[in-house]
């Protein structure tokens, strides 16, 4: 798998309009509370690092290469006392099972990743695996509408999106998907920024 430098490389500059206004308060909300140990899914260029708690337990995964040099400045730049560990790897990748132990989590966090993942089914069900009983996945994500004339564009515009940002699917129904892989909703909020959004957190269900 390639990964996409100018994707990598222009990321931060262009979710900048994104982040302010609409998904850094989200951000935020999700991940100041959760300590133990946590594995974040595409940590990218590290954007979430700043939010986490000191006494948080952080194993970043990230395949792309341009997108991990960020991330390792930027976890050198944090001053929140977190635990911060970073791995060059991706869902998929058999390495994955080296890093992480069955029911040794307490969070799986994933913000804007499940869209891009090859296999989301598969990764999920690696999560409820890794996932100690009690423990939550957290989720951040744009999703294909509930509407239909907005679901079939998103449709539509797929293929050129996923050319454009590294294989990013527009019109993944990631809100649904969750729940058919057995997590249990505890708090969900749809909203929009252009697109149809979707904030989540699920406890691991009966796997
Ligand atoms: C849209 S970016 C999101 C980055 C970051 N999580 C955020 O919230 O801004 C998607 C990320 O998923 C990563 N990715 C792609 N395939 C992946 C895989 N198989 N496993 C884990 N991450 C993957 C990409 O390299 C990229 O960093």
Redo the contacts with the bound molecule.
């Keep these: ?1 390639t ?1 996409s430098r100018t ?2 490389e222009w ?1 931060d500059f262009l ?1 900048q309009f994104l982040e302010k206004p609409w ?1 850094r308060h989200r ?1 935020a909300r999700l991940l100041a509370g959760l300590r133990g140990r946590i594995l ?6 590290g ?2 690092f700043e939010h986490y708690h000191p006494e948080a337990e952080v194993v970043g ?4 290469p ?3 040099r960020q991330a390792v400045a930027r976890k050198e730049q944090a001053a929140n006392g977190a635990s911060i560990a970073l791995h060059q ?5 058999p390495q994955l099972h080296d890093i992480v132990e069955e029911s040794s989590l307490d969070y799986v966090v ?4 499940l ?5 989301p089914e598969a ?1 999920l069900r690696d999560f409820s695996k890794w996932l100690k009983p009690g423990g939550q996945l957290i989720v ?1 994500e744009h999703i294909r509408s509930h509407h239909r004339h907005i679901g079939r564009l998103q449709d539509i515009l797929r293929p050129a999106w996923a050319r454009i ?4 699917q527009l019109n993944r129904p990631t809100d649904k998907l969750i729940g058919s892989a057995g997590f249990v909703p505890v708090r969900q909020e749809w909203f929009r920024v252009g697109l149809p959004f979707y904030e989540g957190v699920w406890g691991k269900g009966q796997y």
């Design positions: 798998m990964y994707f990598g990321y979710m998904l951000r974040e899914v595409g940590a990218g260029t954007i979430n995964i990230e395949p792309s341009w997108m991990i790897t991706g869902c998929g990748d994933c913000t804007l990743v869209c891009t993942i090859p296999d990764a951040l940002a590294d294989g990013c």
